[in-house]
């Protein structure tokens, strides 16, 4: 079973910054399978990139998703005060990460 | 619109089983794989399995092997989770959410409460 790693675990930063978040996988998996997520407080996830790099509809184009192999990012390019949450990232038929929470600084 | 809808809130006692059901609707339910999730409160997201409503497949988490059973009633569109031997740590929100395969959770349930107390 693949083991996803978060870091940082919290990323503390004002809005209009530029917020950057990485997995790491313990084996290489496929980047098609690579899933992001946010989740406030209360609420379901909600699904922002898969396969990596796309973006799953009405998510802005502030939020994109690089990486392969075992390194993979969400970069978020310019924080908006709904950006403050949890972040998860997946790799399909396997345990989530334990998560990145971005809070304000 | 597209949406999953799950049962209610449940209280078991230790050792007991619990099936959750989540129904599906605005979409071809044997077109998309179900997963569910569980979050402690306080806690991440924890994937349990999934399974394709189509055919009945079925994998799940190793943590949960053994103890958790996915099942599915295709005429009313309809995807079940029953956990097994209940233990306190089982107290959590349970989650259902579609999956077109791989390519990641798109819709969400509502959540599903069960809570484990003696």
């Known amino acids: 079973e693949i083991v996803l790693t978060q870091s940082p675990g919290t990323l503390s930063l004002s809005p209009g910054e530029r917020a950057t978040l990485s997995c790491r996988a313990s084996?290489?998996?496929?980047?098609?399978?690579l899933a992001w997520y946010q989740q406030k407080p209360g609420q379901a996830p909600r699904l922002l990139i898969y396969g990596a790099s796309s973006r799953a509809t009405g998510i802005p184009d502030r939020f994109s998703g690089s990486g392969s192999g075992t390194d993979f990012t969400l970069t978020i390019s310019r924080l908006e005060p709904e950006d403050f949450a949890v972040y998860y990232c997946q790799q399909y038929g396997s345990p989530f990460g334990p998560g990145t929470k971005v809070d304000i600084k | 619109q597209v949406q999953l809808v799950q049962s209610g809130a449940e209280v078991k006692k230790p050792g007991a089983s619990v099936k959750v059901s989540c129904k599906a609707s605005?979409?071809?339910?044997?077109?998309?794989?179900i997963n569910w999730v569980r979050q402690a409160t306080g806690q991440g997201l924890e994937w349990m399995g999934w399974?394709?409503?189509?055919?009945?497949?079925?994998g799940y988490a190793q943590k949960f092997q053994g103890r958790v059973t996915m099942t599915r009633n295709t005429s009313i569109s309809t995807a079940y989770m029953e956990l097994s031997s209940l233990r306190s740590e089982d107290t959590a929100v349970y989650y259902c959410a579609r999956e077109d395969t791989g390519l990641g959770m798109d819709v969400w349930g509502q959540g599903t409460t069960v809570t484990v107390s003696s």
């Open positions: 605005g979409y071809t339910f044997t077109s998309y794989d």
């Open positions: 399974m394709n409503p189509n055919s009945g497949n079925t």
């Open positions: 084996q290489s998996v496929s980047s098609s399978y």
